[in-house]
DNA sequence: CCTCTTCCTGACCATATGGTCAGATTTGAG
DNA sequence: CTCAAATCTGACCATATGGTCAGGAAGAGG
């Protein structure tokens, strides 16, 4: 039942943001009276809570794929991955989460100086051991991991954008490899673990 | 005076999203009564649409840049330059910009439809012929415009989790200028535009 | 001083919303 | 079958919100 109350808010609360969205339309699409709707969460605060940290577990459960690779590039590559999965299998999670950040992060700013804080100094700090070991490029960890963050997640929270830019249509199966193979390429080789740069050459005109 | 009332609600608006905001708020943080921001702006909506027509405007004019350099490395250069400077001048704007087009876009969508399209086209061939002319490396253009804006914009509309990050301190200009190279190095070299990659390595261990 | 237009405002209204509550219904252990 | 606990629900309430409106300043032109 709860579950049923989580899945029906995340679209709500997607689409709406925290203010925009009633308690009324979620009990509509959960196909309940908004009465029980408190039985199971006293408040709309409570309700959105829950729904967040949900977003925010499997957001950092996508980490597992960084942990588990022997190098960087089968890392940040694997990440990548995960992360474009994760847009693509919930994009209304990954939208109520920049909805939240957005606005300041009013009801999980305890997650963020916490949970996040830590995963982020981590990985970063792996990073950083990859550059002293001269397997990557010299980059700065955190902006590299924000360029993760922002390259993949832009797939859900834009996902209408870029569906419009699509011609209207959802990306298909073929659209979704190319993005994620076209980000992957990018970013390998941006941290310097791609093929080799085209040859100089002199400006035409 | 509309001025002043626009600049309140771009404020409120990035903060609250559309339903969160109240126009109490933003007659409060522009200093009048409610009842006159209805004489300026006939309806909530109509106040928001011209904030959101306000950003998309300075959105479009980063495209200078773009279109005033002689090949890719400059033009893709300035317009991240051009971006991120926004994100950082601008980010209320971006914010509701984001907002908007998370919710579905229920109020330029028609924006989306016409002018986004064209202008994406517009530059994604531009792109096209660079990689045909072998001056950068073969990769979708709309994939590649897809994270200059998600990479750029992401400093805006994650600026809190960023500067949570940062120690709960906003982005120094030090760090902005770190933030703006490595974005710019990362994607340039990812598209071939860059210095060498690392020599091949076996993996350790 | 008059008067017309533009600009401004306090008070008000209809509506929608989050939340409550008393009581109905279901469940399940004994 | 009993009965108490858990689950559900229609009706209701206090409040807040977007928007209206009648009328009050404030200029500008004469």
New interface residues.
């Given amino acids: 039942m709860e579950a049923t109350i989580l899945r029906a808010a995340e679209g709500i609360f997607?689409?709406?943001?925290?203010?925009?969205?009633t308690m009324q339309q979620i009990a509509d699409s959960a196909g309940l009276p908004k009465a029980n709707l408190h039985y199971y969460f006293p408040t709309k605060e409570a309700l959105y809570r829950q729904v967040v940290q949900q977003i925010f577990d499997i957001w950092l459960h996508a980490a597992d794929s960084f942990d588990d690779a022997?190098?960087p590039a089968e890392a940040i590559g694997a990440y990548i991955d995960a992360k474009m999965e994760i847009s693509r299998r919930h994009p209304q999670g990954s939208?109520v989460w920049?909805?939240e950040?957005?606005?300041?992060?009013p009801v999980i700013?305890d997650y963020?100086?916490t949970t996040?804080?830590e995963w982020?100094a981590d990985r970063a700090s792996v990073i950083q051991t990859w550059i002293d070991?001269?397997?990557?490029?010299p980059?700065?960890p955190?902006?590299?991991l924000?360029?993760l963050?922002?390259?993949t997640?832009?797939?859900a929270?834009?996902g209408?954008?870029?569906e419009?830019?699509n011609g209207?249509r959802p990306l298909s199966e073929d659209d979704w490899d190319?993005?994620k193979a076209?980000?992957r390429?990018?970013?390998?080789?941006?941290?310097?673990?791609?093929?080799?740069?085209?040859p100089a050459?002199g400006?035409?005109?």
Same sequence: chains 1, 2.
């Fill in positions: 997607a689409e709406a943001g925290f203010g925009g969205a022997p190098g939208k920049a909805t950040v957005m606005h300041g992060a700013q963020l100086e996040l804080r982020t070991e001269g397997r990557m490029a980059v700065d955190y902006q590299l924000y360029m963050w922002a390259t997640q832009h797939y929270d834009f209408h954008q870029i419009t830019l209207g190319r993005a076209t980000v390429q990018i970013i390998l080789r941006g941290i310097g673990l791609g093929p080799a740069p085209l050459q400006q035409p005109g």
